[in-house]
């Protein structure tokens, strides 16, 4: 079942919808078509490109490969143009080449915005590109995703862009991609279910049609649908194109009805070589006249599909090798110098007034930036149960776990008592806080994947998504590590006074905190979760085995001490350790021959080779049992410093990976 949400509210989805009654329908009909006739403000645009090469590097040796070969053509506003080819043709290389979505190889030519040279951050800010495979956040809504992208990408500097009309606005883009009955409905994933592979497609689109683009690309919009729910795209196309907006889209294997909605035509053969480029003309009657003039091409039969007649004509022309090369033909042809000459007088038209310039490189401002994508964050993290509510459930059963071995004796009184509970806050903290690191990553891959797709699209800066992951994640380490500390700390008998109590809670919340940001940092390290989370184990390991406990401090050797003192571990246990026994009194037996009795007799508190039991303090244990390098002074003056600055370093790590780093380049 679908789950919905209104003014963030879970509601039934099973229910109907509630109408007004009593001519409350003639007020919701006259709202709608104003809405359908309402548009915020665009400047028309064309695209122009001419003698477009791509070249990539070869993967087993230095030689360069030529994916694209001298393309020329344009497109304009109000009409639909397809870019199809073979599989391998470039069609997809083309189109992302066009819209300055490859980060990879070398691109010559000349591509040109209403006669301007193309700009890279003006050209973004402008189009809108829908890749085959999009990804949404699986916890939010339609309406609160589309809603998302139109407060990022439209200027919030532009007196047109109101509440009031960016609101009409959204609800006219739901209406044209057929989006509005599910609006309130969660995106959902292909686990726990939620909308379909064709409603993502449209839902795909709504998100940049709300940016309120110029020229919208989209990479195989109706690849994998059926033929109702393709009609369904196409139809929202014809509409977009309908606005004024330039639509170019690649497509493979269409159907005849998909294939005769498009205006215009660019074909490409394996290689990147142009075979035709123009108008498709009446049920494709220009595209069959223009092939049909060559002697060695094969007739089209009656009723048969246009596209696919096409494709097969020139993929028997590339087999065999004995008829026609019709990117020769065409590169000699009367068509290709009409579109020259159609280049050339766009070009010629050019003026400063066209000419699309932005005042910024972003639609909004670094605080919208934050905010927006801080709200967004903690919606995300609220509807993820299995994230956060896990979170708090498994630290209340490990509290429990712990907790219940000390129900019959709360006060410790023997070396074995102390021991045991130092091993207790060892084992909670390494255990909890690697379940912390775990538990962030899917999530937080997942994000930065969705990131670097808002990012190609000016969205939002990485400042703000890392802001983001740092103030969303406090609540909820917050939560976890009451919900623990509140159950550990007084099953365990620990002292009842509130200063060793929230200096407890404290460091339990930095330990959980210092595991969880050091997840994000690797994640946004490395290429996947599955990378950071190998590393991530070793560098537990080592730390778990560093940190004093295992091997205490003073039998490290000289040469492993360096991990002694780098590990947050240490400066964590040190901390919770140190602050609970500091000026405990609580008399502690001495095991005869333990180094905690030979301290006492080397004190002069108990008596060599005596019957009598020798006991010492609490603290003297620790200071004993840590060879005096856990010490009380260093909680505020070492450890919470180190803490906070180890949190710190991996924000701006994660940041920085978050800046130059893009695992998803094209």
Known sequence: ??????????????????????GGGSIADAEDAADESFDLPFKKANLSWKGIYYTVKASTSNDSISLLNGVDGFIVPGKMTALMGSSGAGKTTLMEVLALRKSSGTVEGEIRVNGHIQEKNSFRRCTGFVPQFDVQSPQLTVLETVRFSAKLRLAEDDPNNTKDNVDRFIRKVLRMLELTSIQHSVIGDDVTGGLSFEQRKRLSIAVELVANPSIIFLDEPTSGL???????????????????????ATIHQPSQTIFNAFDSLLLLKRGGRVVYFGDLGSESSQLIRYFERFDSTERILPGENAATWMLRVISDSSSSGESCDYAQAYAASIDRKRCLARIVAIQRNAAAGNKLIYSSKYATSKKTQSRAVFKRLLTIYWRSPSYNLLRVLVSVAVALIMGLIYVTQRVPSTEGDMNSRITSIFVTSVFLGISSFNSVLALFEMERNMFYRHKSSLMYNSSSINAAFSFAEIPFIIWASLAFVVVFYFMLGFASEAAKFFTYLLFFALTLATFTYLGQMLTALLRDAETAQLLGSGVAGMSALFCGILIKPQFISSFWLFMYWITPLHYTLEALITSQYHQDETPIMASPGSPFNLALIAKGECVQGSLDPCYGSAEQFVDVTFGGWFQYENVWRADLPYLLGICLLSRVACYAALTKLNYLRR
Request: net charge positive.
């Open 226 to 248: 059926g033929t109702r729910a393709a009609s369904v795209v196409m139809r929202g196309l014809q509409r977009i194109a309908a606005t004024g907006r330039a639509v170019c």
């Open 1 to 22: 079942a679908k789950v919905r949400y209104e003014s963030g509210k879970p509601v039934d989805s099973s229910s109907p919808t509630q109408t007004t009654g009593g």
